[in-house]
């Protein structure tokens, strides 16, 4: 007899499959750890497949795991869907989103576009500010819902992935390693700025900033130019630059975490409509 994928066990496998850690996929959807794990072995057996390889230090999705998650993100985005159109079809309404002008520029215009679309009696007011001035503005009500990003150990808000981090440069660029490093980063409070000098003081290579702003335009221009190197998070990565991960003097790099931050308890309904389509398109959209 042929078993049913159940909606409570692909969430679990989906959150495990954008945390790759069982502690945080349990956090994020609001269960145990042992629950989850309990979740996935009953998935695993409906399957017939070992859907992750797990060790004491990672966790590693098979290739049936990559196979189901598509399913899995069509499967659940429907039955959200689904549930906001039999409760709240009327969903309307301004939502005042904030987010970094990085993630405005290159990640958020196809998702807004999309979200539109299905809902049409939205709308939106965008505020392009780092993180850091965006989280008190949440706070005394000037927005109502934000993307911010985090390093991995002072996580926020509602984790939607944890996302790469890659040292780029002019496809020309050549390093010296005992020269001081000029960098092209965004402004001070940033997690990406934070991580990328961090590893450097780790190998303890000298730095210099010749260039700090929140357009990534101008970064890849100053990149381009050869004047510098920058960090940049997976999904916003300009074609145009090269990767030098690996290269001697450039220290591996982290994650970063990518949170939606709003006021569950006290948001209007339409609000937590796009929190949650928000939450469930980037996790889709590994990279």
Not at 163 to 189: C, I, M, S, T
Request: with cysteine.
């Amino acid at each position: 007899m042929q078993r049913d994928l159940e909606i409570d066990l692909l969430r679990s496998f989906v959150a495990i499959a954008a945390h790759r850690n069982f502690t945080r996929a349990a956090e994020a959807i609001g269960r145990t750890q042992s629950a989850v794990s309990l979740q996935l072995k009953r998935l695993e057996e409906i399957a017939g497949e070992r859907l992750f390889e797990r060790s004491r230090n990672s966790v590693d999705i098979t290739p049936s795991g990559e196979a189901l998650l598509v399913y899995a993100n069509r499967i659940l985005s429907a039955n959200e869907a689904a549930l906001s159109h039999i409760k709240r079809p009327e969903a309307e309404g301004l939502i005042r989103f904030g987010a970094p002008d990085d993630y405005a520029s290159y990640l958020l215009a196809p998702l807004l576009a999309a979200f539109t679309a299905e809902h049409p009696l939205i709308e939106f007011e965008l505020t392009c500010e780092s993180s850091i001035d965006l989280l008190p503005m949440l706070e005394r009500g000037e927005i109502d819902i934000l993307l911010g990003t985090h390093s991995t150990d002072q996580v926020k808000g509602r984790v939607a992935r944890y996302e790469p981090l890659h040292w780029v440069a002019a496809p020309d660029y050549l390093d010296d390693p005992e020269q001081r490093l000029k960098l092209a980063l965004f402004p001070n409070g940033c997690a990406v700025r934070q991580a990328g000098l961090a590893a450097l003081e780790q190998i303890e290579r000298p730095w210099r900033i010749t260039c700090s702003t929140r357009s990534v335009e101008l970064i890849e221009q100053t990149v381009l130019n050869g004047a510098a190197v920058s960090v940049m998070e997976a999904s916003i990565l300009p074609d145009s630059l090269r990767i030098l991960d690996g290269h001697p003097g450039f220290p591996p790099l982290p994650e970063i975490a990518m949170s939606v931050h709003y006021n569950k308890g006290t948001c209007a309904p339409h609000v937590g409509i796009f929190a949650d389509y928000l939450v469930g398109e980037l996790g889709k959209r590994r990279v």
